[in-house]
């Protein structure tokens, strides 16, 4: 399984992005996707995930992030919404199984 995950950059707070991640390879079998974020100095965390029995979400993100997905595209998404300058962080996606994409860097600036 192979990840690309793209749409991070700089957006001020209170802005939007979309990020994605596009998924190929042997896809059939997952059952989990998510995304993770690790900021400088941090531990990788759970943002949102995926999965059969439901989404799930990181409490300082409830409310404002939405992790979806496009089956017809092999693509997970994270809409985020006002956003903070302490969601700054690189952000990564996740499939399970199969593993990690690169990173994307999300910047809020104040």
């Known amino acids: 399984v192979q990840l690309q995950a793209s749409g991070g950059g700089l957006v001020q707070a209170g802005g939007s992005l979309r990020l994605s991640c596009a998924i190929s390879?042997?896809?059939?079998?997952?059952?989990?996707m998510g995304w993770y974020r690790q900021a400088p100095g941090k531990q990788r965390e759970l943002v949102a995930g995926?999965?059969?029995?439901?989404?799930i979400y990181a409490d300082s993100v409830k409310g404002r992030f939405t992790i979806s997905r496009d089956n017809a595209k092999n693509t997970v998404y994270l809409q985020m919404n006002s956003l903070k300058p302490e969601d700054t962080a690189v952000y990564y996606c996740?499939?399970?199984?199969?593993?990690w994409g690169q990173g994307t860097q999300v910047t809020v600036s104040s």
């Open positions: 390879g042997t896809i059939f079998s997952i059952d989990v």
């Open positions: 996740y499939v399970r199984p199969g593993g």
């Open positions: 995926i999965s059969s029995a439901g989404n």
